[in-house]
């Protein structure tokens, strides 16, 4: 079964309910540009120097961060809601509106039923990938980076 990127945009609904550590995104904060100590300009400001308060520098391995700072214990579309004010706590979320398509699917999710309905349908889909076992599957050492 193909996993499209529809798919898995709408699978990241379940970041509305998860945390990141600081020294994960922190570089968004303090160095984005190496060299010049900035911030990712797609961040927005206010939320940057939020994300400065609780992460002091870039190897905070212990402080954690909600990805979705207003209903962190909710699963619902707040995520969503929250990336469309640039509150995108990864680069890889902040990505979803750098497309089309990805942007779409984020606006389509930001309708409560479809929010619901959206990522029940894509989770049975995922959940129907034949995954690799054994010597033919590789499990990443870190969740943010391909194994080299």
Same mark, same amino acid.
Do not use: W
């Given at each position: ?10 699978? &990241? ?20 540009? @190496? ?12 939320? @940057?120097?939020?994300? &400065? ?74 959940? @129907? ?8 599957? &590789? ?10």
């Amino acid at each position: 079964m193909a996993v499209t990127n529809r798919i898995i945009n709408c699978v &990241k609904s379940g970041h509305t309910i998860d945390v990141g550590h600081c020294n994960l995104f922190s570089q968004r904060l303090y160095n984005f540009t @190496a060299g010049k100590h900035d911030a990712d300009p797609s961040l927005n400001s206010t939320y @940057a120097a939020f994300l &400065k308060t609780q992460c002091k520098s870039l190897s905070n391995k212990i402080t954690i961060v909600p990805m979705d700072p207003g209903s962190p214990l909710s699963f619902d579309n707040n995520y969503f809601k929250n990336l469309k004010l640039n509150h995108g706590l990864f680069q890889s979320d902040s990505a979803l509106l750098t497309n089309n398509e990805a942007t779409n699917t984020v606006d389509e999710l930001l309708d409560y039923q479809d929010f619901f309905s959206k990522f029940g349908q894509s989770m049975k889909r995922m959940g @129907a990938i034949e995954v690799l076992t054994g010597s033919s599957g &590789k499990i990443r050492k870190k969740c943010n980076v391909v194994n080299s």
